[in-house]
DNA sequence: CTGTTAGCGCGTTCAA
DNA sequence: TTGAACGCGCTAACAG
C-alpha cells in the first residue's frame, strides 16, 4: 500500500532543512541560499523523491490538470485535434484527463472532470444543451471550445468560418454547372451543421438563385458507414454532386458511387470540409475544404492556459483562415 | 478562487450529522439509518455538493485514475484500442489521464502519471526500455500492456497470437504462388515487429523452403505516406506481394501500386493485419488478419481493475482469437 | 448506527 | 533566508 514511498518530509530530514525549504526548492521559490538549494536538490536526487501530485493539488488548490471533452477518438478530425491540444498542454506542464463523451453523457463526464478539480475544460463536440451550459457556467472553470460552436456562445472557442467555407466549396460546384447539390450532414441537432455548415450551403444557393431543396438534405453519423448508406439515397436523389462535413462520411459516399458504376468526378462530385488524411487514402483521392485542424487545438489550449493564467483574452472567438485544396473528386 | 462551494462539513451541518455520516453515505457504506441517509442526500442534492476527488485521493490513497500511455491517438489501432479501455475503465468507475508518449518521451510520461498517483497502467506502445521498465517495476502500480508486448515481459498483456497471425497470411499469398513476399515493418527497434511479426514471416517462408532475402524486408512509421514512399523501393525489389503490419502503411503501399499501374490483386497482392475501418477505405479493400481490437483494450482493461483490486489473475498473458477475412486486395 | 479524531502530503502564512 | 504551524477536504479507525 505504501505506493508513496518518500515525502517531503523524508527529503527535509535527510538535507537537515525544514519541509517548507524543500517545497520552496521545489516551487523554485528563490527566497533559498544556493547552497542549501543544492543540497536540496541532490537530496532529492539520492531518494529520487516525486512530489505528489494529489497532495499539492489539495493544498494549492490547482491540480495542474485540464479536462478534454472529446466525442469520439476515433474519429481522426477530434484524434488530430486532440494532437494539437496535447501538445501545447505538455508545453505548459498540464496534464490531460481525456474524456470520451459520445455527445450523450457530456453532462455525466463533465462532472466527473470538476470533481477531479481539473483547471480548465477543452470542449469539443457540438450538443452543447442547457444542462450543460449552466454546468459549466456555474463550475466557475474557464472553458474553451475547440473545433466546435455553440450558438448562445458565452464562452471562448477556436474554430475556422465554417459557413464561408461551405459556401466557397457549393460556390465551386455551381460554377461547375451543378443545379442538384446534395448537403451531406452529421446529426441535425447540431448546431455545427444547421446553423453554421447548412447556413453556408443555403447562401451559395440564395446568391446563384437555385431554390432550396430539402430532399437533397441528407443527416447521417461522423462515420464511413454511414455515408456509404447514404450513397444509395443520394444517388436516387438526381444529385449530381455532394457537400459533405466529415471526411469518413464523404469517403463513404465516394466509394458507393464508384462500387456502382458512378464516375467521379465525371458523373458525380464530392467534396469534404476536415482535409484530414482520409481525403489521401481514397481513389480519387478527396477534395476538400482546408482546416487547420492541429492549430485549432493547440491555439484552443493556448487560450485555456491564458484563462487559467487569469489573463485577459484579446480575442475569445477565434477563427483561423481555411481554405481549399482540389484533388480527384472535383473538377475544380 | 473558491471553486469548492459546498464541502461535506456543510452538507453535515445542513443535515445535522457528523461528516463521518456524510462521508458514509457518499461512499455507499450500508451503516447508516435509513431516514439519515435520506436526509443528508437530500441535503446533498439541495446543495449540490461534489465530492472533491482530490482530497479524497489523499485520504484514501486511491485515485481511482488509471494512465493511459498511447504512441499516438492519431492512428486508428491505437484510438480504436482506447475505445475498449475507455468503456471497461467507466464502467467501473475509474477516470483516465491519456499521455500521448510518441514512443520516445514514455519515460517522462509515466513520471507525471505516478506523480499523479494512477491507480494502475495501461500501456500501449512497443518500445520498453530498461529506464522504463526499471520505472515501473518500482513504482508499485500494476501495469497491463494492451496490444503491446515486451520481450523481457514481466506485465500482464493482452494480444493476439502475431507469429502465427502474420505466418498464417505470409502461408496464404506463399499458397498463391508467390515467391518474393515482401514484409512491410514498422520500426525495426520494436521487438513487436523483431520478434514476432516478422518471426511469423519467417516461419512461413522456413516451413516451405523459401529461403529469406533480407533486402525484401522494409522498414517505415506506421504512417499513409510512410507506406506509400515504400512503394516504389517494394515494387523495384521485384517483390510480387507484401505483407504489411499496420493498416495505414498498407493503405499507402496499396495506393502506390494502383497509382503506378500496378494491378491488384492481379499483379501484386497486399496483407495487413489490424483489420481497422481503413480497410474498408480503400479501393481495392485491404484483406486482413482479423484482430479483435477493441477488446483487446477492453480485456486489458478488465485485467487491470483485477489487478487494482489486488485480485489475482488467472492467466497473466492473454492471447485473444485473431482470423482472416479475404477482401479484394488479395486471390484468397 | 453515529461521532471524534487523526492523519494523507504538501503549500503557505507568519515569525524569527 | 529559514522554520513552525495550520489547513486543504476527505477517509478511516476507534469509540461509544
Given at each position: 500500500m505504501e505506493k508513496q514511498a518518500v515525502t517531503?518530509?523524508?527529503?527535509?530530514?535527510?538535507?537537515?532543512?525544514?519541509?517548507?525549504?524543500?517545497?520552496?526548492?521545489?516551487?523554485?521559490?528563490?527566497n533559498v541560499r544556493s547552497e542549501t538549494k543544492e543540497k536540496v536538490e541532490s537530496v532529492i536526487e539520492q531518494l529520487n523523491y516525486r512530489?505528489?501530485?494529489?497532495?499539492?493539488?489539495?493544498?494549492?488548490?490547482?491540480s495542474t490538470?485540464?479536462?478534454?471533452?472529446?466525442?469520439?477518438?476515433?474519429?481522426?478530425?477530434?484524434?488530430?485535434?486532440?494532437?494539437?491540444?496535447d501538445d501545447v498542454a505538455r508545453m505548459y506542464n498540464?496534464?490531460?484527463?481525456?474524456?470520451?463523451?459520445?455527445?450523450?453523457n457530456a453532462a455525466e463526464v463533465v462532472e466527473s472532470l470538476l470533481s477531479k478539480q481539473v483547471d480548465g475544460i477543452l470542449y469539443m463536440g457540438n450538443i452543447i444543451d442547457d444542462r450543460l451550459r449552466d454546468?459549466?457556467?456555474?463550475?466557475?472553470?474557464?472553458?474553451?471550445?475547440?473545433?466546435?460552436?455553440?450558438?448562445?456562445?458565452?464562452?471562448?472557442?477556436?474554430?475556422?468560418?465554417?459557413?464561408s467555407a461551405v459556401q466557397e466549396i457549393t460556390d465551386k460546384l455551381i460554377v461547375s454547372g451543378h443545379k442538384k447539390i446534395s448537403f451531406v450532414s452529421g446529426p441535425l441537432d447540431q448546431t455545427i451543421n444547421t446553423e453554421f455548415k447548412l447556413k453556408g450551403y443555403k447562401n451559395a444557393l440564395k446568391n446563384t438563385g437555385i431554390k432550396f431543396d430539402e430532399s437533397l438534405i441528407f443527416a447521417g453519423e461522423y462515420?464511413?458507414?454511414?455515408?456509404?448508406?447514404?450513397?444509395?439515397?443520394?444517388?436516387?436523389?438526381?444529385?449530381?454532386?455532394s457537400v459533405v462535413v466529415d471526411d469518413e462520411m464523404a469517403a463513404g459516399v465516394l466509394n458507393f458511387m464508384t462500387d456502382n458504376g458512378v464516375k467521379i468526378p465525371e458523373d458525380f462530385e464530392v467534396v469534404t470540409v476536415n482535409n484530414s488524411h482520409i481525403t489521401l487514402l481514397t481513389r480519387p483521392q478527396l477534395s476538400s475544404v482546408i482546416q487547420p485542424i492541429y492549430d485549432i487545438g493547440a491555439v484552443s489550449m493556448r487560450m485555456l492556459t491564458k484563462l487559467m493564467n487569469n489573463e485577459e483574452l484579446e480575442t475569445p472567438e477565434i477563427l483561423l483562415a481555411h481554405g481549399y485544396v482540389k484533388r480527384e473528386s472535383t473538377k475544380n
Amino acid at each position: 500500500m505504501e505506493k508513496q514511498a518518500v515525502t517531503i518530509y523524508d527529503v527535509a530530514r535527510e538535507a537537515g532543512v525544514s519541509m517548507a525549504t524543500v517545497s520552496r526548492v521545489v516551487n523554485g521559490n528563490t527566497n533559498v541560499r544556493s547552497e542549501t538549494k543544492e543540497k536540496v536538490e541532490s537530496v532529492i536526487e539520492q531518494l529520487n523523491y516525486r512530489p505528489n501530485a494529489v497532495a499539492r493539488g489539495l493544498a494549492s488548490r490547482r491540480s495542474t490538470t485540464v479536462g478534454i471533452v472529446i466525442p469520439d477518438v476515433t474519429n481522426v478530425y477530434f484524434s488530430e485535434l486532440s494532437r494539437g491540444i496535447d501538445d501545447v498542454a505538455r508545453m505548459y506542464n498540464y496534464q490531460i484527463i481525456l474524456a470520451n463523451s459520445e455527445e450523450k453523457n457530456a453532462a455525466e463526464v463533465v462532472e466527473s472532470l470538476l470533481s477531479k478539480q481539473v483547471d480548465g475544460i477543452l470542449y469539443m463536440g457540438n450538443i452543447i444543451d442547457d444542462r450543460l451550459r449552466d454546468q459549466l457556467e456555474k463550475s466557475n472553470v474557464p472553458v474553451v471550445l475547440s473545433g466546435s460552436v455553440d450558438v448562445e456562445n458565452q464562452n471562448p472557442s477556436v474554430n475556422i468560418d465554417y459557413i464561408s467555407a461551405v459556401q466557397e466549396i457549393t460556390d465551386k460546384l455551381i460554377v461547375s454547372g451543378h443545379k442538384k447539390i446534395s448537403f451531406v450532414s452529421g446529426p441535425l441537432d447540431q448546431t455545427i451543421n444547421t446553423e453554421f455548415k447548412l447556413k453556408g450551403y443555403k447562401n451559395a444557393l440564395k446568391n446563384t438563385g437555385i431554390k432550396f431543396d430539402e430532399s437533397l438534405i441528407f443527416a447521417g453519423e461522423y462515420e464511413y458507414q454511414s455515408g456509404y448508406q447514404l450513397g444509395d439515397e443520394i444517388r436516387q436523389s438526381g444529385a449530381t454532386a455532394s457537400v459533405v462535413v466529415d471526411d469518413e462520411m464523404a469517403a463513404g459516399v465516394l466509394n458507393f458511387m464508384t462500387d456502382n458504376g458512378v464516375k467521379i468526378p465525371e458523373d458525380f462530385e464530392v467534396v469534404t470540409v476536415n482535409n484530414s488524411h482520409i481525403t489521401l487514402l481514397t481513389r480519387p483521392q478527396l477534395s476538400s475544404v482546408i482546416q487547420p485542424i492541429y492549430d485549432i487545438g493547440a491555439v484552443s489550449m493556448r487560450m485555456l492556459t491564458k484563462l487559467m493564467n487569469n489573463e485577459e483574452l484579446e480575442t475569445p472567438e477565434i477563427l483561423l483562415a481555411h481554405g481549399y485544396v482540389k484533388r480527384e473528386s472535383t473538377k475544380n
